[in-house]
């Protein structure tokens, strides 16, 4: 029967979450800085407190403006809702910290963001929090790594450095199997190009300072939850998630999945994490996200159309060893692409210059229009050189390990005219060649 | 809280949300009854301001869904009686009775069955007859997943209802959704989208129920509910002679518009 359907995914980058102002009639939405809201009497001071109400009391903990972001972050993922934080770093702990503690174990692919391996290696292992790092295509290595404490699974949608597609429907498979949720950072695909959810993960997050806000401009990260996980099931059957689905004393003792048979990890997210941990989003990042939101299927689709044409220049330059570029055939996991990332594969990636780290620094020094920062995402087109950047302490042994070359080189390409990008790549890649002879 | 609930066709433990306190059965008792394919949490901060304001609250899962167990009761009248008989299992004589869409006709059938028990009716987002068109009911058979987007779609009256539920940063569609989503595989061999949809168009004992009824009626509806329109619940009102409180929001008006939704209640219930 034809029926209904939700908007379409145009109309809920502009519209999810936000109405004209109804107090001012303002079409915008709003920028509500302010830190606090004026209770109406003392009994709705304390059912907001008892969470008998919904609403705002202070912005730690929620704000109007960050509300219509987490709204429509999640109606964009398809998710039950969000919450934003201070940056993807904060999102990534805040949904660690909802379902581990001192003891409890992770699953994570070793494919990762830096900060995030940092993360998880160093830091919340000081904290008690092991983690055991598998390549994201070892499916035999996800299953076997997970322990009696293990209470997530976690990986990246696009792997860093090498674009590593993660197999989400088995990754999310095997964590199910075992009681446990998926969670992926879904930073350099956005919703534009997969829904995680739709594949059978769980959780996800963004460094929204990346695609979601696009312009360079602001430090935030959004995390989402499908409401897809059984939390009350996964604790009758296997003992996992008190945190949700027991009597909390920190709240009312509270058992989050009693509340909310979908909402219940946000709801401790939020009722815990951000009130004591509070790193919250301030509301004009919000703001500022929001504008980039609003453009996000147009940028996506000028990002990904300029990408295959650098692309294809790259590959065909012979300056160039190789491209690591999941939509080439030459891709370990060109097929796993092909199904999961239809629309694209993004418009970060890596390349390997031939030559020495010599050759590296002098392409990057010759380009005018690439940026040389440690960004992604951003509309103006970057350019990093690992070698000589964020891992120049390693030697040559060190990089390999890494999955990175002397000459790797990784673009994130913006939205200028692909031509210029092209004649920009072209002349540095003659100054690259000069010196080496 | 886990109740023993035994009456013909289940036998198994019922489970009631409480309102984040131990019910206390010598208190004014208030049962709130959630509608198709939905379960307790569409109520909590209803409950849990009712169970803070000096009552006992019982929000039920109905048989077969969400932590009740058993195969999903077959009638309106069948799960009237289930419902009476949880009463007895807490240890409540009288109740007020809240529903919501299918949750309200299981309300109204209640209070018909047992006048004396029932100290009010709150009938919320409802109408009656609630029939179900024959296409919805076919997509609900064959395409059940596909029968929930259009559904949800259909509860919704806007996509920036505010302050949200059960608080702010909870997108209404994508939470309904998988609620339903989750009730639904909870439905083992059954098809509970299209059972539940078929209890509510099946239920002809309304008119005859509304002139049992001993108790003040309320209906609480959605200015802007394409579920059930508000329109189709006049007969139903001056049947009961009930106090009608109009919301702005749709059929989900418990999440659109919890603060009205509690204001009508308050009012309702005093």
Redesign the interface.
């Known amino acids: 029967m034809p029926g209904p359907s939700d908007p379409g995914f145009d109309t809920l980058a502009l519209h999810a979450g936000a109405a004209p102002d109804p107090s001012t009639g303002a079409r915008a939405v709003p920028i509500h800085l302010t830190t606090s809201f004026v209770f109406e009497s003392s009994e709705h001071a304390a059912s907001l407190f008892n969470m008998e109400r919904s609403g705002h009391v202070y912005t730690r903990i929620s704000n109007p403006t960050n509300a219509v972001l987490e709204e429509r972050v999640a109606a964009l993922e398809g998710g039950a809702g969000a919450i934003a934080t201070a940056s993807g770093q904060a999102a990534l702990h805040l949904a660690i910290a909802t379902l581990a503690g001192a003891g409890a174990h992770i699953v994570a692919s070793s494919a990762l963001y830096g900060g995030s391996h940092n993360l998880l290696h160093y830091t919340l292992a000081r904290f008690g929090i092991a983690t055991t790092f598998v390549k994201p295509g070892d499916i035999d290595g996800w299953r076997s790594a997970i322990r009696p404490a293990t209470r997530l699974l976690f990986g990246e949608t696009l792997g860093n450095p090498g674009l590593d597609v993660l197999d989400i429907p088995t990754v999310a498979g095997i964590a199910h199997e075992h009681g446990l949720p998926l969670l992926v950072d879904s930073t350099f695909t956005t919703p534009w190009l997969m829904k995680p959810f739709d594949h059978g993960a769980d959780l996800l997050f963004h460094s929204a300072t990346k695609f979601l806000s696009g312009h360079g401009t602001v430090i935030g990260g959004v995390l989402v939850d499908s409401g897809q996980f059984d939390w009350h099931a996964a604790h009758a059957r296997h003992g996992h998630f008190g945190e949700l689905a027991q009597p909390y004393d920190g709240f009312h003792g509270m058992v989050f999945s009693e509340e909310s048979t979908v909402g219940a990890f946000l709801l401790r997210a939020r009722r815990e994490g951000l009130r004591d941990f509070g790193a919250c989003m301030s509301p004009h990042t919000a703001w500022l996200i929001l504008q980039g939101l609003e453009t996000l299927p147009l940028r996506m689709a000028r990002h990904v159309e300029n990408t295959r044409k650098v692309v294809q220049f790259l590959v065909a330059h012979p300056m160039v060893e190789q491209v690591g570029y999941p939509e080439l055939e030459s891709h370990p996991d060109h097929a796993l692409a092909k199904r999961l990332l239809p629309r694209g594969c993004g418009s970060v990636f890596s390349f390997d210059l031939r030559g020495s780290r010599a050759q590296g620094v002098a392409f990057i020094e010759a380009l005018k229009l690439f940026s040389h920062l440690a960004n992604v995402g951003d509309c103006r087109s970057l350019v990093i050189h690992p070698a000589s950047t964020t891992h120049f302490r390693m030697d040559d042994a060190a990089l390999a390990q890494a999955g990175i070359g002397a000459g790797t080189i990784r673009l994130s390409i913006g939205l200028e005219d692909a031509d210029d990008l092209i004649d920009d790549l072209k002349r540095a890649l003659k100054a690259a060649e000069r010196a080496g002879a | 809280m886990e109740l023993a609930v035994a009456t013909p066709g289940n036998a198994a433990p019922a489970y009631a949300?409480t309102g984040?306190k131990a019910f206390d059965a010598a208190l004014p008792c208030i049962v709130f009854v959630h509608g198709a394919l939905n379960?307790?949490?569409v109520w909590?901060?209803l409950a849990?301001?009712f169970a803070?304001h000096g009552h006992g609250v019982l929000a039920v899962d109905l048989p077969g869904h969400?932590?009740s167990g058993g195969a999903p009761l077959a009638s309106v009248e069948a799960l009237a009686d289930w419902l009476l008989a949880l009463l007895d299992a807490a240890g409540v004589q009288r109740a007020a009775l809240v529903g919501h869409s299918m949750g309200s006709l299981i309300a109204l059938e209640a209070a018909a069955r047992a006048p004396a028990r029932a100290s009010r009716l709150v009938m919320i987002g409802t109408a009656y007859p609630m029939k179900v068109s024959e296409?919805?009911l076919?997509?609900a058979r064959d395409a059940p997943l596909?029968a929930i987007?259009?559904v949800?779609?259909?509860s919704h009256s806007?996509?920036?209802a505010?302050?949200?539920?059960?608080?702010?940063?909870?997108?209404l569609?994508?939470?309904s959704r998988?609620?339903m989503?989750?009730v639904q595989a909870g439905g083992t061999g059954v098809n509970l989208f299209h059972h539940d949809f078929s209890v509510c168009d099946r239920y002809a004992g309304g008119l005859e129920a509304a002139a049992k009824l001993q108790c003040p009626a309320s209906l609480i509806l959605g200015a802007h509910d394409q579920m059930t329109n508000p329109r189709q619940a006049r007969a139903l009102a001056d049947a009961l002679k009930a106090r009608v409180h109009s919301v702005a929001a749709g059929h989900a008006l418990m999440s659109e518009a919890?603060?009205a939704v509690?204001a009508a209640l308050r009012d309702a219930l005093a």
Not at chain 2, 162 to 171: E, F, I, V
């Open positions: 949300y984040g379960d307790h949490s909590t901060l849990r301001w803070h969400g932590r296409a919805l076919t997509t596909r987007d259009m949800n779609v259909f806007g996509i920036a505010k302050p949200s539920y059960p608080g702010p940063g909870a997108w569609l994508g939470s998988a609620l989503r989750r919890p603060d509690l």
